[in-house]
């Protein structure tokens, strides 16, 4: 079975804290995985789509990496307004099948 | 820039109710998708759909229905509304694979069910 596994569940950080947050997966055969932002209240919005191993994608303090069993979204010196929930999906190599499979998601506060 | 619409944020129903949440995007995306979220619980897939007139279920669709009559609407529908459908409902499109960019999310529909 197709599983994601985000790890913490919630993190507190002060500002300009750095640290990572972990998306650990099993699945038959990847296809992408994607971290996506939800702010409280509101629907998730897309981050990063990570397709092989190695690879990385940055977008201003956000950095995610990728591994054959895991995905890590390191935050630099975070801000206050980099406090949400971050998902992690992937989606499995199934003929026909084009749907994402979600982590619990992590809970990041940033204090200033 | 709203590229996927919810009818509504949020909305309380008593029990026993037929509740219709509308989902419309404008992307020309052909896949269409209902989750709920809740709280320990993630996003769990209800139904999603390819193309119009064409649904599937997805993990957890008892209780509800879809209706896509045309390419930008998806309807959810709960046939008779009872309180453990409490919870947050979320929309999503995205391209058919030709190079996957990842779903597209609604706002979000806060449904209370009393």
């Known amino acids: 079975e197709d599983q994601v596994t985000q790890s913490p569940e919630a993190l507190r950080l002060q500002e300009g804290e750095s640290s990572s947050l972990n998306c650990s997966y099993t699945v038959s055969g990847l296809r992408g995985l994607f971290w996506y932002r939800q702010d409280p209240g509101k629907g998730p919005e897309f981050l990063f789509t990570?397709?092989?191993a190695g690879e990385e994608k940055e977008k201003e303090r956000l950095k995610a990496t990728l591994t054959k069993k895991e995905s890590f979204l390191h935050i630099t010196a975070p801000k206050p307004e980099d406090s949400a929930t971050y998902l992690c999906a992937v989606r499995p190599v199934v003929q026909g099948a084009q749907k994402l499979v979600f982590g619990q998601g992590t809970r990041l506060t940033i204090n200033p | 820039d709203v590229k996927v619409t919810q009818s509504s944020r949020y909305l309380v129903k008593r029990t026993g109710e037929k509740v219709f949440l509308e989902c419309v995007q404008d992307?020309?995306?052909?896949?269409m998708f209902w989750y709920r979220q809740d709280p320990g619980l993630g996003l769990r897939l209800i139904y999603f759909s390819y193309d119009v007139k064409m649904k599937e279920k997805g993990d957890i669709p008892e209780g509800y229905s879809v209706s896509r009559e045309k390419k930008e609407r998806f309807s959810l529908i709960l046939e008779s509304a009872s309180t453990n459908q409490t919870s947050m409902y979320l929309c999503?499109?995205?391209?058919?694979?030709?190079?996957?960019?990842?779903?597209?999310f609604g706002s979000g529909t806060r449904l209370t069910v009393v």
């Open positions: 999503a499109s995205s391209l058919r694979d030709r190079g996957y960019y990842g779903y597209t």
């Open positions: 990570l397709y092989s």
């Open positions: 992307m020309d995306h052909e896949n």
